[in-house]
């Protein structure tokens, strides 16, 4: 089987955030693969040992997301492709991301995709289904569970807390949803093997794209911090006095009561 | 001048959910005067058209058809831009729920046109449409504009305040039909476990619990208060893990995004993946009995101290103002 992992390298949200510039300040940041991306890339390996075939695991960005490539190919995925946009494009959108990766999985033929859910840092989750538009196949997003037996494929998807049984066929683009899985850690020889692994690194121009073809839609104006929370106010005393203190402050202070 | 835009409607038990209210107060400001036509799909949908006026939509139009009775990405798709071509609409705004979170980005596809996500407020300022987001697990903002083609956003749950509910406003309502077909992903079996009541998402009261609540049986505690408050009763992952509650009453950034006016988090420690579900919450009130807890940075009122005896003395305390009242 044929299988493609989207895989973003994305800004560890546990970190502190500041702004600087206008942006949020990456210098010094942690990295790390997006965690539905590991839910992805893990979902991937079980498939491809049960099924047989190869998984490749695709970025679009720059030189830094080696790195993350790197894990997941030690992780147990066969290849990764690193498509850098670095110099050709300051400004992308979902749009170009999508359109990028559709182009490059144009000719590839794939049985299955698996992405993230939702990207932490930028959290929209347009990624995926809009790359299944493009290749013209169909899409379940927030999966808990896949089954494939054939060309016959049945997911649990997660809607909100209900979880719907679906079946479908492949070729198919699915978002892993947490609890999919237990994403396992890279193994020392698997670290090693990685070192050899194939990681090819490609341009727009190599997918005959100009930077017109994925010229974003939308553009960021304003990044900024929520207004800094006056220090909450923890209650102190009795533990009766404190209960009746939070009802009167609910009541009257703020007033949602 | 002003701007045509289309607003989909969304349903939940075979009513409109309110989300669908606070997208047509989006669509308003967006509109700038023009003309706010929403959308309704289902199989036997059109007695709710009138709600959907009532709240400010100019006109609705309705599409009936029995592969719309639930949703599909194929289905639903083709019936919105079959609307879409016919209306030719400059803008289009769907809630951010799991329906709208699946389905804008692949009509926003099919369109050719970017999409704005998870919006918190829209504003008009010199001649753009200015939309806000939460970006980093909800740490940080942006603001966006769409600056080729169709002005495409989703808005997030209770963040957009809906119109007040006019009886007396009318408009048409008319029917499209439009043919469905070529389903390739089939729904066989839906496992509901979101309980009756208040809509999590939409409530203005939330309770929520944690691992500090040690078992299905301490998680009983909290029915009793959300019910004192007339809120809705949530959980932390860690919650739903250790098997107190159902997964259905998880929020975070795996389960539901929730702004209600009134938080309370109940032996919860304050996971990041937990606040990117409620942090924009109007009001925060943490129990715990960690002074260090991380919830208590993002707290607008904390007690610390042990929830079991906490909770029972709260909900006897809002009985009396209730009582009061
Ligand atoms: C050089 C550069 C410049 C950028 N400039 C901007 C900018 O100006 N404004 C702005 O808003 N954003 C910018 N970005 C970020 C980028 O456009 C978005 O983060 C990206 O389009 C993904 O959108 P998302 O975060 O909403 O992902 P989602 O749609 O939430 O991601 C869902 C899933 O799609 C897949 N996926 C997402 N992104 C990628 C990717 N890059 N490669 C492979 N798979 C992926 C993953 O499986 C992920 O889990 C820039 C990025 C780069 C590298
Ligand atoms: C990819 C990913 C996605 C995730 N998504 C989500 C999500 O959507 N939502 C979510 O919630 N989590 C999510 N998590 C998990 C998250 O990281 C935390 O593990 C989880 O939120 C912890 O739940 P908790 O606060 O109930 O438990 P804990 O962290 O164990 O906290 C329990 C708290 O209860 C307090 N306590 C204990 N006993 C008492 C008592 N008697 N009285 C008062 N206080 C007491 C303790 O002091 C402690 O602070 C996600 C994690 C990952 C990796």
Redesign the pocket.
């Known amino acids: 089987m044929n299988i493609y992992?989207?895989?973003?390298r994305t800004f560890d949200t546990e970190e502190r955030i500041t702004i600087s510039g206008g942006r949020i300040n990456e210098d010094g940041a942690e990295f790390i693969i997006?965690p539905?991306?590991e839910y992805?890339v893990e979902e991937a390996i079980q498939v491809r040992d049960e099924h047989g075939g190869e998984v490749t695991v695709?970025?679009?960005?720059?030189e830094d997301a080696e790195k993350q490539l790197r894990t997941a190919l030690a992780m147990g995925a066969d290849k990764a492709v690193l498509i850098n946009?670095?110099d050709d494009?300051?400004?992308?959108?979902?749009y170009?991301?999508a359109k990028i990766?559709a182009t490059y999985l144009g000719d590839k033929e794939p049985d299955l995709i698996l992405?993230?859910?939702?990207?932490i840092?930028?959290?929209?989750?347009?990624?995926?289904p809009r790359v299944a538009d493009l290749l013209g196949i169909p899409y379940i997003t927030t999966i808990t569970d896949l089954k494939i037996d054939g060309d016959k494929v049945t997911v649990v998807k997660d809607v909100e807390g209900d979880e719907e049984t679906i079946e479908t066929t492949l070729p198919l683009l699915v978002?892993a949803q947490q609890g999919l899985n237990e994403p396992r850690y890279p193994s020392l020889p698997g670290i090693m093997k990685a070192k050899k692994k194939p990681l090819d690194e490609l341009e727009l121009d190599d997918l005959d794209l100009d930077e017109d073809d994925v010229e974003?839609k939308?553009?960021?104006i304003e990044v900024f911090l929520p207004p800094a929370k006056s220090a909450g106010k923890v209650l102190e005393g009795e533990l009766d006095d404190q209960v009746k203190e939070l009802v009167s402050l609910l009541h009257n202070e703020a007033k949602v009561i | 001048m002003g701007r045509k835009v289309l607003v989909l409607a969304e349903l939940k038990d075979n009513k409109l959910r309110n989300v669908s209210f606070e997208a047509i107060a989006a669509a308003k400001t967006i509109a700038e005067g023009g003309e706010v036509v929403s959308l309704l799909l289902g199989e036997s949908v059109e007695s709710l058209a009138n709600e959907l006026v009532q709240y400010g939509a100019d006109r609705v139009v309705v599409v009936e058809d029995e592969k719309l009775a639930q949703y599909s990405s194929d289905g639903f798709s083709q019936a919105v831009l079959a609307v879409v071509e016919e209306e030719d609409p400059e803008a289009i705004v769907f809630g951010h729920t799991a329906l709208g979170k699946d389905l804008s980005p692949k009509v926003a596809s099919k369109l050719d046109a970017g999409l704005v996500?998870d919006v918190v407020d829209v504003e008009v300022t010199g001649g753009n449409v200015v939309f806000t987001r939460p970006i980093y697990s909800g740490k940080a903002f942006?603001k966006?504009i769409v600056t080729d083609g169709l002005i495409f956003v989703t808005v997030r749950p209770n963040n957009i305040p809906a119109l007040e509910k006019d009886e007396s406003r009318t408009g048409d309502v008319s029917k499209v039909d439009v043919e469905i077909k070529d389903l390739r992903t089939i729904i066989k079996e839906v496992v509901k476990k979101t309980s009756e009541g208040v809509d999590l998402s939409e409530a203005k009261v939330v309770v929520a619990g944690g691992r500090g609540l040690k078992s299905a049986e301490g998680f009983k505690l909290l029915d009793e208060l959300a019910e004192v408050l007339g809120g809705a009763v949530g959980a932390s992952r860690g919650a739903c893990d250790a098997g107190y509650c159902d997964y259905s009453l998880q929020i975070g950034q795996t389960g539901k995004v929730v702004t209600p006016d009134l938080y309370i988090a109940v032996g919860i420690s304050g996971a990041i993946q937990h606040l990117a579900g409620m942090s924009n919450s109007k009001v925060i009130v943490a129990i715990n009995k960690d002074p260090e807890a991380n919830i208590f940075k993002i707290a607008d009122y904390g007690i610390v101290g042990d929830l079991f005896e906490v909770v029972p003395k709260l909900t006897e305390e809002l009985k009396k103002l209730k009582v009061n009242a």
């Open positions: 992992v989207l895989l973003k997006n539905y991306d992805a695709v970025t679009v960005g720059g946009i670095e494009l300051d400004v992308t959108d979902q170009t991301t990766i992405a993230g859910n939702v990207a840092d930028n959290g929209t989750g347009q990624v995926g978002t974003a939308t553009k960021t | 996500s942006e966006k």
